[in-house]
């Protein structure tokens, strides 16, 4: 297993003048809570868009997929692929329901359409800010039908578009107390539905890009996926290793 570098101590002062700057600066555009659908029993997928350059039909279809409840992320891009964007359902008829609904009203810009089921991912804690190698969090696995009550998923809602909310804050708009809050969040974290609290960056405001790399396996052994993961795990600029079925197995 590769080898974690000790952080080098930074006072509290220093790290909250850091991050001000970094936000006042936009390169750090948001702090999200990474929840993980699948321990909510639900399947996540993902198509994948070439679709016409017709700009207004185009923020149409943007729109439309903001708005749609059962999105979990929506990402532009150029190359193979003009749009990302990924949903979760309870079932496989369910989401082929959705898809059809969806690919259906926007059927005149679409030229072609790719499909995924996801399976899990690994993901890396920005190596490429520090150059260095360390842990990451692991994402999807089994289905788990984890039953949680109104008030979690409040709080999954708060921390989802602000991780930075206070205790304090989340306990006043869900009308309760902050020992209750910081409880709850304890239990969703133990039952692995939140994983992570993570940044948002601009990377372009600090020069670089974001790729994506598909592999198609034929053929690949247990022995062979550890193998890739361990070499991907040693790559700084790596942000995900994510595991799909079909059309690509591995992509990162």
């Known amino acids: 297993m590769p080898k974690t570098r000790k952080p080098i101590p930074v006072e509290k002062d220093t790290r909250r003048f850091f991050g001000v700057y970094l936000v006042e600066k936009g390169i750090i555009t948001g702090f999200t809570a990474s929840i993980n659908?699948?321990?909510?029993?639900?399947?996540?997928?993902?198509?994948?868009l070439k679709i016409e350059n017709i700009s207004e039909k185009r923020k149409e279809f943007l729109l439309y997929l903001k708005k749609n409840p059962n999105i979990y992320w929506i990402g532009e891009c150029e190359g193979q692929w003009d749009l990302i964007f990924a949903f979760y359902a309870k079932s496989d008829i369910e989401f082929y329901n959705m898809k059809n609904r969806i690919i259906s009203d926007f059927s005149d810009i679409i030229i072609e359409k790719a499909i995924a089921r996801y399976i899990g991912s690994v993901q890396y804690k920005k190596m490429f800010l520090t150059g260095e190698i360390s842990d990451s969090v692991r994402f999807g696995g089994e289905i788990v039908n984890n039953k949680i009550a109104d008030i979690d998923s409040k709080i999954i809602g708060h921390l989802s578009l602000d991780a930075r909310k206070s205790i304090n804050e989340i306990a006043r708009e869900c009308d309760t107390t902050s020992v209750i809050i910081k409880s709850r969040m304890k239990k969703?974290?133990?039952?692995?539905i939140i994983i992570a609290y993570r940044i948002s960056v601009d990377l372009k405001k600090l020069g670089m890009t974001h790729f994506k790399a598909f592999i198609y396996l034929r053929n690949i052994s247990p022995q062979d996926e550890r193998a890739m993961y361990e070499y991907v795990s040693r790559i700084p600029n790596a942000a995900y290793f994510i595991r799909n079925i079909t059309p690509w197995d591995i992509r990162s």
């Open 188 to 192: 969703l974290e133990r039952l692995g």
């Open 37 to 48: 659908p699948n321990k909510l029993g639900q399947n996540l997928y993902k198509i994948y």
